[in-house]
Structures are given as C-alpha cells and as structure tokens.
C-alpha cells in the first residue's frame, strides 16, 4: 500500500483517486473549490480543502510522508509549475504532474517533476491505435518505439506454430501471450499452433508490428 496526495478533485482526480484505492492505496486529497470537494466525498473520505499554492498550508500537509504526490490540475499551468516547484522544494519524494503540450513537459521535469501525463492526449493516441488501425484490439505504449499490441492472428500464420514462422527472427516481434474467448494465456510454448479465434498479445517496435497488421 503507498500514500498518495492528489492535488486537485477534477474528472481526472477523481477518476485517478477511485483507481489507486481500488488498488489498496491510501488517497488524500487537496481540493480548493468547497463544491467539488463535497461532491467527491464518495469517492475520497480524507479531503483537505486549500490552495495548494500557499506554502504555509503545504506545510501543514508534511508532503515528505506521501510516496507519491499527484497533482491533477490540467486547466492551468501556471498553477501546476507553482505547486510542482513548491512540492520539490518542500521535499516530496516523488511527483507526478498533467501537461497538455510538450514544452509544459519540459518545464515540469527541469522544475522538479519526476513524471509527466498527458491525459487527454494519452487517451485519444490510444483510441486511434485501437480504432483506427487495422486487426490492433488494444495497445500499451512503452516508450517512442516500443509498444505491447493485442492483435489478429495473420491470415499466413494461422494453423502453423510459432518456431515454423520463425516470429521472433522474421518479424522482430515477441509473443507475450495468447488470448482466447476473453481468457489470457501466458509464457507460449515454441509449438503453439496460431488458431483464428484467438488474438496475441505481442510486443515490439511500432513500426514493425504496424507493419505485420496491414
């Protein structure tokens, strides 16, 4: 279990706060519209209502005792860099802050941001490798080249095994898993044989793995 401070009750911190205590994570918020503080009361039973600008306020929190501070502000990034800069001055051991362009990224990682999301540009990348590529059922983005897909079964491969397509040196891809009515089955022996009912979970260069799925 960590504890984790979110700054900021919007969609975003809601929506984070309800995912990490459904993990088992202790969540404590810090809220300056009373409204919305009230309204997200369901969902996090420890909220601090203040201005997460004012260092004497976060100062009475003690962010040094939060693994992980959040701050989920992403209309404002002013407000964001403040409390990014006061968080690392006051000794907080991990943040993590939204941007919504790339130069807000570099700003926050030169001024004391560990890790930096693009929520909505997160989201909407996703969707449209989801949905507008062809035979790709999801996608996991590791870095700028490197990606984990959930793919069709090629046409060409279906009914031959893994060591007669020879996926690892012909397509430079890594099979992690197999995926069947809805059931996920790891650690593929070399002598699986490709079904067309069911998807891979694959993983490897973008440009490679989009080139095996057109």
């Given at each position: 279990m960590k504890s984790i401070l979110v700054i900021g009750l919007g969609r975003f911190g809601r929506h984070m706060s309800q995912k990490l205590i459904e993990e088992g994570n202790e969540v404590f918020a810090i809220e300056r519209d009373e409204e919305i503080a009230d309204s997200s009361i369901d969902i996090?039973?420890?909220?601090?209502?203040?201005?997460?600008?004012?260092?004497?306020?976060?100062?009475?929190?003690?962010?040094?005792?939060?693994?992980?501070?959040?701050i989920a502000i992403g209309d404002n990034f002013q407000t964001t860099l403040e409390i990014t800069v006061l968080l690392k001055d006051l000794g907080a051991n991990f943040i993590i802050a939204r941007a919504s362009r790339d130069v807000h990224k570099k700003l926050l990682l030169r001024n004391g941001a560990d890790y930096v999301v693009y929520a909505e540009r997160d989201i909407a990348e996703k969707l449209a490798v989801k949905f507008g590529a062809k035979n790709i059922f999801d996608y996991i983005e590791l870095n700028e080249e490197y990606g984990i897909y959930e793919i069709a079964v090629p046409n060409s491969w279906r009914g031959k095994s893994i060591i007669e397509k020879?996926?690892?040196?012909?397509?430079?891809?890594?099979?992690l898993a197999t995926k069947k009515n809805g059931k996920l089955h790891p650690m593929i022996d070399p002598n699986h044989v490709f079904s067309s009912d069911e998807s891979l979970m694959v993983m490897g260069r973008h440009s490679d793995i989009k080139q095996l799925t057109k």
């Open positions: 996090v039973s420890n909220i601090q209502i203040g201005d997460a600008r004012n260092e004497m306020f976060i100062k009475s929190i003690g962010v040094r005792n939060f693994d992980i501070c959040v020879s996926i690892r040196n012909k397509y430079n891809i890594s099979i």
